[in-house]
């Protein structure tokens, strides 16, 4: 297993617990929020921060850092660089290192186009219909069913933005990604296993 996967998803498709069960097969990294404490620690930036902005847009400055992203660096001392633009930059990097370390999944943040000179990369985009999205996120996440549909509606335009903002790709589009899959129809065990299907296809070409 050489492979990086990357899991963009909508809220409640089961993209993160599909990540998790498949770092434990491969015995591998998972990073989701766990990235937000990999970048505070190599960035030197507070981990609260980089909650307070994760997956969150931002000002219309990062769209041209985008083009170049490492043109400045975070750090660069002749740069007053606003603090959202240096966690952006950061966590662009903790991607980068946790990559280079090895195989792993990353969940959401933009990782795809982070990770997009890596030949060895597997982007899948997670999605689902609203009923089956709505019992998921009332168990696990305990939102009022009432409010189900707002919260997942709310927290899939952040993504978007946040995404569509800081890459040259839009979420959810099905040319963003190798693989869009709809965990509704093969359950998330399902989904899991085509995505190692895929996977060792995948390192079989390579």
């Not at 549909?149 to 978007?160: F, M, N, Y």
């Not at 299907?197 to 079989?204: D, H, I, N, S």
Request: hydrophobic share 35%.
């Amino acid at each position: 297993m050489n492979t990086i996967i990357t899991i963009g998803r909508q809220y409640g498709s089961g993209g993160k617990e599909i990540g998790k069960k498949l770092a434990e097969y491969y015995n591998i990294p998972f990073y989701d929020k766990e990235l937000l404490k990999v970048a505070a620690k190599e960035s030197g930036i507070c981990e609260e921060m980089f909650e307070n902005f994760d997956e969150k847009p931002t000002t219309s400055f990062l769209y041209s850092l985008v083009m170049d992203p490492y043109a400045l660096g975070y750090n660069a001392a002749s740069f007053d660089m606003p603090l959202n633009q240096k966690v952006f930059l950061a966590s662009f990097d903790a991607i980068k290192k946790v990559a280079d370390e090895g195989p792993c999944i990353i969940v959401g943040r933009c990782a795809d186009y982070a990770l997009k000179d890596y030949d060895n990369k597997l982007n899948v985009f997670i999605h689902a219909p609203m009923t089956f999205k709505k019992s998921r996120i009332q168990e696990q996440y305990e939102v009022p069913e009432a409010k189900v549909k707002d919260v997942a509606i709310k927290t899939d335009k952040q993504r978007a933005s946040y995404y569509n903002y800081y890459t040259s790709k839009k979420w959810g589009d099905l040319k963003s990604y190798d693989l869009c899959i709809d965990s509704s129809i093969l359950g998330i065990d399902g989904t899991v296993e085509l995505i190692k299907q895929a996977v060792a296809l995948k390192e079989k070409n390579l």
